[in-house]
């Protein structure tokens, strides 16, 4: 099988492209980085029309074949991408990338997979992409890892990192490799050409964090109350609106409530995270969390939203406080938090 690594794909791309590529994994800035850049090893090679495809339940396979074997409508050689949901296909879904493989012109498919695994490797379809093209597996980073692909990252934005410093890094991002990633962009611009010890890290961090509604989610998450309550407090001090923050948290119950749903029914919730766009590590953060009653933190969403927009009595800042704060416990806890 042709694989290459991430730190091979730049090299490789430097030569003659490929048919075909698939990337899979669920380390979602490092699957982005590889699909940046064949997406951009396409355009340079003349790639002039991009065709996206999101593949999930239902998906119109015959619709697909018409569209990919149509002639480009603005350049001969085209770019076309399938974001898979997971990486098993239906019957019909493999055989319309087969029949594709079998004669893809001078287009060039580009195939992204929230996972790679025994199943992949064994799809016929996959080794379809090997016969004319290459694979890029991508997995989460090991803590023993973590170290060493900082020290890389930080050399490249020019940022100089104490050993002390890089282990207090390596605890707060907790193996996650795109909050790592944005922790180090926010220090190059906070300290350019600064030598940072942990001391001077943590300063930086705390006295400019930016509080955002990924980072109050995550806190609920964790059922850590105090987090939530100085992140909201954060938003409050920043002048954002309660109801902006509100589209985005209930969105995130939604996806909470019907997972306990389907836990309930005893299904496995491995393809349902990539639908609602939950990879790597906070698949397992997310499902932690289940068993807190979202379904009830839903019904109750309505009158939240309600309080945000003006539209019922309430403090919104207060309503949306309460109503996170049950969302850190247990339902028995929560319904003695609501009396």
Excluded at 12 to 33: I, K, N, W
Excluded at 129 to 151: Q, S, T, Y
Excluded at 228 to 248: D, I, K, N, Q, T
Excluded at 322 to 330: D, F, I, N, V
Aim: aromatic share 6%.
């Amino acid at each position: 099988m042709r694989i290459l690594q991430a730190d091979q794909l730049q090299s490789h791309l430097r030569g003659s492209l490929r048919a075909a590529y698939l990337v899979a994994g669920d380390e979602p800035l490092l699957v982005q980085e590889a699909v940046d850049q064949i997406r951009a090893a396409a355009l340079a090679a003349g790639a002039g029309e991009r065709l996206v495809f999101d593949v999930a339940a239902q998906f119109d396979w015959p619709a697909w074949r018409m569209e990919v074997r149509s002639f480009g409508l603005f350049a001969s050689k085209r770019l076309i991408e399938l974001r898979l949901t997971a990486t098993r296909l239906t019957l019909e879904g493999a055989a319309a990338v087969n029949e594709f493989l079998a004669d893809p012109g001078s287009d060039v498919l580009l195939v992204q997979s929230p996972e790679w695994n025994k199943t992949a490797e064994s799809a016929a379809w996959v080794a379809a992409i090997d016969r004319i093209g290459v694979i890029v597996p991508l997995r989460a980073l090991k803590p023993e890892e973590m170290p060493n692909w900082l020290r890389r990252r930080a050399k490249e934005q020019g940022v100089r990192l104490g050993e002390d410093a890089i282990a207090e890094l390596v605890a707060r991002v907790e193996g996650n490799a795109l909050a790592a990633h944005q922790e180090l962009a926010k220090l190059a611009l906070l300290a350019p050409g600064q030598s940072i010890d942990a001391a001077m890290l943590v300063d930086l961090v705390a006295d400019n964090a930016r509080y955002d509604v990924f980072t109050l989610f995550d806190s609920v998450l964790a059922g850590n109350a105090a987090r939530v309550r100085r992140v909201l407090a954060g938003l409050r001090a920043e002048g954002a609106h309660p109801a902006e923050a509100f589209g985005y948290l209930a969105n995130q119950v939604i996806a909470m409530a019907g997972a306990e749903v389907l836990r309930s029914r005893g299904a496995s919730l491995h393809a349902y995270w990539p639908t609602q766009r939950v990879f790597g590590p906070r698949q397992a953060a997310c499902e932690r969390a289940l068993g807190r009653g979202w379904d009830q933190r839903l019904r109750e969403a309505q009158r939240v939203d309600m309080v945000c927009k003006g539209r019922a009595s309430g403090e919104p800042w207060v309503e949306l406080e309460r109503w996170l704060l049950r969302s850190t416990l247990t339902p028995a806890r929560a319904a003695r938090f609501a009396a």
